[in-house]
């Protein structure tokens, strides 16, 4: 997972992100009984609005905004490969804390994207930990 992430704090308590994405690949390689083999590889950008509430050198924050995705199936179905593109604007969220030391910033935050990539794949959910640095 790769997350990259650029910010602007208007005020204490509200900030604009937006950040680009690559949840990396799912692979399935033999058979099982409810699937055949795939690859599933997914990423895109995001913009959040963020509400923070601040405390001494923690912030707690809540998000939620647009989320573009590019999802690229492949799957081997009846002796023969398929593949398909699938483009989505949706909607996420996520909650997080973060601990901040002058410009530099801890954080950890859970967010969950509302992409639909099918009935093993829907809404994905990230669990980070990152480190920002205020300009």
């Known amino acids: ?13 509200f900030a604009i992100e937006a950040s680009y994405f690559d949840l990396g690949a799912v692979t ?29 050198a923690v912030d707690l924050f809540a998000k ?11 799957q081997n179905v009846g002796g ?9 604007t949706d909607f996420g969220w996520g909650v997080g804390v973060q601990f901040r030391f002058r410009k530099l910033a801890t954080r950890i935050e859970w ?10 794949f829907d809404h994905p959910e990230l669990l980070s930990l990152g480190i920002t640095w205020t300009f």
């Not at 997350?3 to 005020?11: A, N, P, Q, S, T």
């Not at 939620?64 to 492949?74: E, F, K, P, R, Y």
């Open 28 to 56: 399935l390689d033999q058979s099982a009984p409810a699937a055949p083999p795939f690859r599933l590889e997914q990423d895109g950008w995001d913009v959040f609005g963020m509400f923070l509430w601040e405390r001494s």
């Open 80 to 88: 023969g490969q398929t593949s398909s593109v699938d483009e989505d």
């Open 1 to 13: 997972l790769e997350k990259f992430i650029v910010g602007w704090r208007l005020m204490d308590w």
């Open 64 to 74: 939620g905004g647009i989320v573009n995705s590019d999802a690229d199936l492949t």
């Open 111 to 120: 967010e969950r994207l509302t992409i639909s990539n099918g009935d093993r």
